[in-house]
């Protein structure tokens, strides 16, 4: 199983990146997917998640601003990002919870791509 991320790069404050993540390989099902974010010399956090169902959650730093969506017929799932800021600047990546086959599912990470916000 494969996370490959694309969409990140760098804009001005106020601008708009569309994150991009899909699932790929002996896939059975996809429980929840999100998206985390590390900053230099931060820990890694959640940013969004979104359900199979389609529920999400969304940090309170990036509510109103960030929207998080999913497909589940092509196993991808989008981050929306609106009036960044440059403290939204970090290496965002995906992560997803699969099950191969009818038994247990596990977490599975993207390699990460860099968004960087220019004041």
């Known amino acids: 199983v494969q996370l490959v991320e694309s969409g990140g790069g760098l804009v001005q404050a106020g601008g708009s990146l569309r994150l991009s993540c899909t699932a790929s390989?002996?896939?059975?099902?996809?429980?929840?997917m999100g998206w985390y974010r590390q900053a230099p010399g931060k820990q890694r956090e959640l940013v969004a998640r979104?359900?199979?169902?389609?529920?999400?959650n969304i940090v309170d730093s990036v509510k109103g601003r960030f929207t998080i969506s999913r497909d589940n017929a092509k196993n991808t799932v989008y981050l929306q990002m609106n009036s960044l800021k440059p403290e939204d600047t970090a290496v965002y990546f995906c992560?997803?919870?699969?099950?191969?086959?009818?038994?247990?599912?596990?977490?599975?990470w993207g390699q990460g791509t860099q968004v960087t916000v220019s004041s």
């Open positions: 992560a997803a919870n699969i099950a191969s086959s009818r038994n247990a599912a596990y977490p599975y």
């Open positions: 979104i359900t199979s169902g389609g529920d999400t």
């Open positions: 390989g002996s896939i059975f099902s996809i429980n929840a």
